[in-house]
C-alpha cells in the first residue's frame, strides 16, 4: 500500500482569484475553466514547484489563524518578499531564529504563509 499527498485545498472567497494569486507567487499558471466556485493549479513535472493546488469557495470568511500553512523557499528573501507583496500578499512578521531567517505573510484571503532563506 502506497499513499501520497493529491492537493492542498484552501477555502476561499473567491477561488478563481485566489487561485490567480498562488499561480502569480508560484510562477504557474491556474488551469482552464477557474470560476468564483472552483479553480485549481496543476501540479508541475520539477517537483519542487509542489502538489496540485485546488481552491473551494465556502459560504464564511476566515475567522482564526491557519492551523496549516506553506513553507516557501527563495535564495533572496527580500527580493521574493517585495514580489508577493507587489501581488497582493501582506507582510505580518519577520523572524530570526537558531540560524533560519523567515518572513510571514497572509494571502490576499487572510491564509498564512512563510518565506524562507534557501
Known sequence: MSIS?????FDANHAARLAQFWAQALQRAVN???????????ADTD???GVVL???????????KNRMHIDLQASDVLAEADRLTSLGAKQI?????????WISFT??????FDLVVG
Open 5 to 9: 499527498v493529491l492537493a492542498i485545498s
Open 32 to 42: 482552464d475553466g477557474a470560476t468564483e466556485d472552483f479553480a485549481s493549479i496543476a
Open 47 to 49: 517537483t519542487r514547484l
Open 54 to 64: 485546488m481552491f473551494h469557495k465556502v459560504p464564511e470568511d476566515k475567522t482564526v
Open 93 to 101: 512578521r519577520s523572524l530570526a531564529e537558531n540560524n533560519n531567517r
Open 107 to 112: 494571502d490576499p484571503e487572510g491564509n498564512e
